[in-house]
């Protein structure tokens, strides 16, 4: 089998996505998301100047060599760009596979060790109340697991936490807006909602937080012990997670569980957090993590140290990666969790999915490869507008540091 051909679709449904097709001399062709928020021509132009090129004429079924080859073969390793678009070719690599065997891409990555994925919804508000609701409806929707995030006094709109019947989308069009954060309101604001949360749901729920990485590793030390009395599934980013040694600080003070890698994209990100056990969860996503043959052994390393997934699964990444993401889970034995935020309803007029929620888990099709379609012809009626997520200021106007 030879790769003939391979082009990248840029879209708009909503949002934007970036989507690689592989085509083939055998009339099997495959997909990868290569969407990387607020960055999205970046990895356009590395796959369409340097990554495309070279894969014409290739034999699409060597997937480890071509990993390698474009990993290694570039000199310049890792990083969000570069990884995104390794993870996109890989992607769609594996879907070519899958069709030519004609089997779902669970089976090529061992078969199944479950028969759905439970996930975790979002709930946001921008005060406690409106918080509270929202998980409550969360729940009533069948979910199993609810992120809560809400605004506070002085901050009604912390980052992710949508305006009042707005969807939840950080990036904004054109260049990024900012943002202001005010750490010590944070701190006491945020056992307050899960006191709230714990009183009103029971302990009936699955109940996560994402700290978006806001605090240093003594301020999240903190945060981790406070919220210890309502048993949290998980605290997200407590910390930026370039300093692996600063999760130290936390596990030391608290046994609250934590996740880390949604901004991560190399199994060398998470060395001292998996060895010396100081996280739960990895959530870097297929899509920004160099694809699944990477992600295949950032999980191996994981299970040594009894560490989960945990994906990142927010509608910037597209209907592709949270296809190949249930495939993942379904498989991989250390599965935790995955984050499940339905797109909305135009996304699904450009892509076609194997993928239904129910009652807490998300469920698979029978489908060879990943699963997922594009419709090239209604991608065209939504085009690219650039768009940017937030910077973030502290109150005093100085730029976040960490
Ligand atoms: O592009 C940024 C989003 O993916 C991010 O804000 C979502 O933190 C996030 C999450 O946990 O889903
Ligand atoms: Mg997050």
Same mark, same amino acid.
């Given at each position: ?28 062709? $495959? ?114 697991? @609810? ?13 992710? @936490? ?70 949290? %599934? ?76 945990? %994906?990142? $699964? ?36 450009? %892509? ?14 029978? @489908? ?35």
């Amino acid at each position: 089998m030879k790769i003939t051909k391979a082009k990248v679709i840029v879209c708009r449904p909503g949002r934007n996505f970036v989507t690689l097709k592989v085509l083939t001399d055998e009339g099997i062709f $495959g997909l990868g998301d290569a969407t990387l928020n607020g960055r999205e021509k970046a990895v356009v132009a590395y796959l369409e100047e340097h990554c495309i090129p070279a894969l014409i004429g290739k034999d699409p079924q060597n997937i480890e060599d071509l990993w390698q080859y474009f990993y290694r073969g570039a000199y310049w390793k890792r990083g969000p760009v570069t990884m995104t678009a390794i993870g996109a070719i890989d992607m769609a690599l594996w879907d070519i596979k899958g069709k030519a065997l004609d089997t779902p891409l669970y089976n090529l990555l061992g078969g199944k060790s479950r028969e759905q994925v439970l996930v975790y919804a979002h709930a946001n508000g921008q005060n406690i109340r409106a918080a509270v609701e929202a998980a409550q409806a969360r729940m009533e929707e069948g979910f199993k697991a @609810v992120r809560v995030q809400s605004g506070f006094p002085g901050m009604s709109h912390p980052y992710g @936490v949508p305006g009042e019947d707005e969807d939840y989308e950080p990036a904004q069009r054109g260049l990024p807006v900012t943002e202001y954060w005010d750490t010590s309101k944070y701190l006491k604001s945020v056992p307050r909602l899960f006191d709230k949360l714990r009183a009103e749901l029971g302990d009936n729920v699955h109940l996560l937080h994402d700290v978006h990485h806001r605090c240093t590793p003594s301020e999240a030390a903190l945060i981790a012990k406070r919220l210890e009395p309502y048993d949290l %599934f998980w605290i997200e980013d407590p910390v930026s997670g370039e300093l692996q040694e600063g999760l130290r600080m936390i596990r030391a003070q608290s046994a609250t569980p934590v996740a880390i890698g949604e901004v991560f994209n190399s199994i060398y990100d998470y060395t001292t957090l998996f060895t010396e056990q100081l996280i739960n969860y990895f959530r870097m996503p297929l899509v920004h993590g160099g694809g699944i043959t990477h992600l295949q052994k950032v999980a191996a390393f994981a299970s040594v140290y009894h560490i989960r997934t945990g %994906f990142h $699964g927010a509608t910037d990444l597209s209907p592709v990666n949270l296809a190949a993401s249930i495939h993942f889970d379904l498989a991989v034995n250390n599965f935790g969790i995955q984050e499940y935020m339905p797109h909305q309803e135009v996304v699904h007029e450009v %892509f076609t999915v194997p993928y239904r929620y129910q009652e807490g888990v998300l469920l698979l099709d029978e @489908v060879p490869g990943i699963g997922v379609d594009i419709d090239e012809e209604k991608a065209k009626q939504y085009p690219y507008q650039m768009a940017s997520l937030p910077v973030n200021r502290k109150s005093d106007g100085t730029m976040f540091y960490w």
